[in-house]
């Protein structure tokens, strides 16, 4: 994960896990005055404006920002399939339900360890810590200028970080729709976990 500031513009791309960062970061760090902020070494996940905080030569708040967040049940899959098939870290993958109802840390195996000392900060970094502790781990929810959705990704990119190119889509996960995942205890756990980020964007489970 890769967070940029486009220095010339004084625009921070606050990059959240499994939000279509890994795209937009590959496309902003080609600008002439792109500084990237990479997640690195980390040995206990932390919020990504924690981590970034301590990289940035000011105050968040100096900067204007951006960043993506995502539908939560989306979002929960897409973190599941992420460290059990894209960036293994099991021997054993627990299912779905296990993994949402609370057994996600027995990660055992890491292939990324320039970004994660251990495996358990990789899983909990893309599962356990949600995208609106990511942003506003403080509590501050006005650290973040501009909050865009992954679901009109190329759109608001467009507008906000006046990317041009068209957006090819990184990382992505073959799956069926994220409805199909769930039970009645596995999306009331992901409403819970996630519910400031529903009441603050409004978003809901919807099935196909």
């Known amino acids: 994960m890769v967070s940029v500031l486009l220095e010339d ?3 921070l791309f606050v990059h959240v896990p499994r939000t279509g960062g890994g795209t937009i970061s590959r496309l902003l760090r080609t600008e002439p005055d792109a500084k990237i902020y990479p997640v690195q070494n980390m040995s206990v996940a932390q919020p990504c404006v924690e981590h970034l905080s301590r990289q940035l030569c000011k105050p968040l708040c100096e900067y204007r920002t951006v960043a993506f967040v995502r539908n939560p049940w989306d979002w929960t899959v897409s973190g599941y399939l992420h460290v059990t098939q ?12 296990d993994f949402v109802l609370g057994d996600w840390k027995g990660a055992t195996t890491l292939h990324y360890p320039t970004k994660f000392a251990t495996p358990e900060a990789c899983v909990a970094y893309h599962t356990q810590i949600t995208p609106w502790e990511h942003l506003f781990a403080s509590g501050q929810t006005d650290e973040i200028d501009t909050l865009c959705a992954f679901e009109t990704l190329e759109r608001d990119a467009r507008e906000t970080l006046g990317l041009k190119s068209q957006l090819p889509h990184v ?4 799956r069926a729709h994220y409805s199909r995942y ?3 205890d596995t ?3 992901v409403a819970h976990r996630h519910a400031d980020l529903i009441n603050g964007v409004g978003y809901v489970f ?3």
């Not at 960036?87 to 779905?96: I, L």
């Not at 990382?171 to 073959?174: A, C, T, Y």
């Open 187 to 189: 999306r009331a756990a």
């Open 9 to 11: 513009r004084n625009l």
């Open 182 to 184: 769930f039970d009645d």
């Open 206 to 208: 919807v099935g196909i």
């Open 171 to 174: 990382n992505r996960s073959e």
């Open 86 to 97: 894209n960036m293994p870290a099991y021997e054993k993958p627990p299912t779905f339900r």
